[in-house]
């Protein structure tokens, strides 16, 4: 396998542009749960620390260029 089949590129996207046009589905287990504005909140906070902790980690393992 080539190294540009596993090449990963990211783009900026608005949260619209995201979830717009797109089909979502709710497992039969989670169907009962009502999400509340409490829950969406913490969601989104777990997203946003574990995305700083990554970026943090990988900062820190990044080799020092002279």
Not at 5 to 32: C, G
Request: overall charge negative; proline content about 2%.
């Amino acid at each position: 396998m080539s190294k540009l089949s596993n090449k990963i590129e990211a783009h900026d996207r608005s949260i619209t542009e995201v979830l717009d046009d797109k089909k979502y589905t709710v497992d039969y287990f989670q169907r009962e749960y009502k999400w509340e504005e409490r829950h969406i909140e913490q969601l989104v906070s777990d997203f946003t620390l574990s995305f700083v902790n990554k970026c943090n980690l990988n900062l820190l393992t990044l080799p020092l260029q002279r």
